[in-house]
């Protein structure tokens, strides 16, 4: 299995930017995907996810109403939209599977993860 994470670059506060997480070796549809990050020096912390079923997202209160995540199963992979960007969003994102049907914001309940993609925003 696995899962990597893509997308990520630097952008000014305000940027948008789109991240990707393409699986592999996994029966996708069956999967809930969500996406973590984690900045230098802090706990990594639940950004959002998206079920396997029918693909209502989850999002952390503090990204809620600027990020989206959607989901393509004929890809493989899930979209983690980020708009208005700001700088305390600046982190490593990482994207990890679970094969429930719950969005959980609990890193230790997911199976496998990516690599991580670092996202980095200037203010």
């Known amino acids: 299995v696995q899962l990597q994470a893509s997308g990520g670059g630097s952008v000014q506060a305000g940027d948008s930017l789109r991240l990707s997480c393409e699986t592999s070796?996994?029966?996708?549809?069956?999967?809930?995907v969500g996406w973590f990050r984690q900045a230098p020096g802090k706990k990594r912390e639940f950004v959002g996810g998206?079920?396997?079923?029918?693909?209502?997202?989850l999002y952390a209160d503090s990204v809620k109403g600027r990020f989206t995540i959607s989901r393509d199963n004929a890809k493989n992979t899930v979209y983690l939209q980020m708009y208005s960007l700001k700088h305390e969003d600046s982190a490593v994102y990482f994207c990890?599977?679970?094969?429930?049907?719950?969005?959980?914001?609990?890193?230790?309940?997911?199976?496998?993860w990516g690599q991580g993609t670092l996202v980095t925003v200037s203010s």
């Open positions: 998206i079920s396997r079923s029918d693909s209502r997202p």
């Open positions: 990890a599977a679970d094969n429930s049907d719950i969005v959980w914001p609990l890193d230790y309940r997911y199976d496998y």
């Open positions: 070796g996994l029966t996708f549809s069956t999967y809930t």
